[in-house]
């Protein structure tokens, strides 16, 4: 989502130059006026995007240190102590330099008259639209305490799913990776050394042996190619999926892959349903909620059947229907969704459907995880095993070689 940095004057008349991550520059104006500003300019930064919260290109800021922030403020909070004197705390006490920086012009703000959530929105590439919303929440309902104390356990399950994914695919892309980088090895350095040895023989080399000395001439020939293809044929991918149209096709791919596909897919509706309820449940109106949902939903399939859910509401529809037509929620989660609509208790019956696709995310781990390692040894087997057989075949056939 671009940033967009903004001069404006506020009702005393002082000068106000921060930032704002917003859909639009309409959004930008709307959201300035309600806040009581005159606009005297408004442009995108130009910023490049970063994986991960990073500052000035220094260290990056954790999701971690993000859970520690809202989970001790709202134990202060709800211990007495003024806001004021909690961020101060928390000031001195974060060891993160960038983001302590972060949190002392925080404090600064709000000690100008700023409230909490106008504070960390200056700061967007530090706080999600989630946690600033929430926090406003927190702040109109009189609850900021529990509710950055939801935020943290929200953040912290979101985490923790997170590196649950990273565990299942970290594995098999390592190794893979290995298997890729002997092969390569064996094709550009041993094999052409069994071919000077073969070549001395003088004999008809057996028909595995032939192709493989083939394959290896012509990965030697043609490798600075090869890789020049590879890495074009990347940045043109790269390229493609960073457009609407891309990003659709790859996140509709995932959904559809044979084994992980299943383990995305129960990913997406476990964020899904957690995220929404978690902002339901803090006072967040329905389509400001569903705004966010979408946003962080991190798959654009997900994102446009939200964008569907909100116009059916703003219609005065339902959310069932469009979940159901996106095809990535299954008939159970869409039946309970549309129970909760009728019977007004829609954010416990998400958190319960959260809750369960946590626990089937685990089961999917981990049978994948056990799955996938025996599949990886055999796959090293047949390759890697198929290339040293071939090389051996000549020297097995020594004797009738040397005869002929």
């Known amino acids: 989502m671009p940033v967009y940095s903004y001069k404006a004057k506020d009702i005393e008349g002082k000068t106000v130059n921060a930032t704002l991550e917003a859909q639009g520059q ?20 130009k910023e490049k995007k970063k994986k991960g919260i990073s500052i000035g290109g220094k260290k990056k800021i954790k999701s971690d240190d993000l859970v520690i922030f809202a989970r001790q403020l709202a134990t202060m909070i709800d211990a007495g102590i003024p806001l004021m004197q909690g961020l101060d705390i928390l000031c001195e006490q ?60 929200y953040m912290e399950k ?81 390229r493609y999926v960073k457009t609407e149209d891309g990003r659709l096709r790859l996140d509709r791919l995932l959904l559809d892959l044979p084994v992980f596909g299943i383990l995305f897919r129960k990913v997406a509706v476990s964020k899904f349903t957690r995220t929404l309820s978690t902002l339901i449940k803090s006072g967040v109106s329905i389509l400001a909620a569903l705004e966010i949902v ?28 469009p979940l159901a037509k996106s095809g990535v929620f299954p008939p159970m989660v869409v039946r309970m969704i549309s129970v909760g609509e009728q019977t007004g208790e829609l954010e416990k019956m998400l958190e319960k459907i959260s809750d369960f696709y946590d626990e089937q995310v685990d089961s999917a781990v981990a049978g994948l995880t056990s799955m996938i390692e025996p599949l990886i040894i055999a796959f090293l087997g047949i390759v890697i095993g198929s290339i040293v057989i071939a090389m051996f075949m000549p020297i097995f056939k020594m004797s009738e070689i040397i005869s002929m």
């Not at 309409?26 to 930064?45: M, N, P, Q, W, Y």
């Open 26 to 45: 309409a959004f930008v104006i709307d959201t300035l006026r309600k806040k009581g500003l005159t606009i005297i300019s408004i442009e995108e930064a």
């Open 94 to 153: 974060i060891e993160h330099k960038e983001f302590r920086n972060v949190i002392s012009r925080v404090k600064n703000d709000v000690e100008t008259g700023s409230t909490l959530s106008e504070a960390i929105s200056r700061h967007p590439r530090v706080f999600s639209q989630l946690f600033i919303n929430m926090v406003r929440a927190g702040e109109s309902s009189g609850m900021l305490d529990e509710i950055m104390d939801r935020l943290a356990g």
């Open 158 to 238: 979101s985490s923790a799913l997170q590196r649950k994914i990273s565990s299942a695919l970290i594995y098999p892309a390592v190794v893979i990776c290995m298997a890729i980088l002997i092969t390569l090895i064996l094709l550009l350095k041993v094999i052409p050394t069994f071919k000077e040895i073969f070549a001395g023989f003088g004999a008809k080399l057996p028909t595995p042996t032939l192709v493989l000395i083939i394959i290896s001439d012509t990965f030697k020939r043609y490798f600075l190619v090869l890789v020049g293809v590879i890495v074009g044929l990347g940045f043109i991918i790269s």
């Open 294 to 321: 979408g946003r962080t939903s991190g798959n654009k399939v997900v994102e446009n059947a939200v964008s569907d859910v909100r116009a059916s509401i703003r219609e005065g529809e339902n959310i069932a229907t």
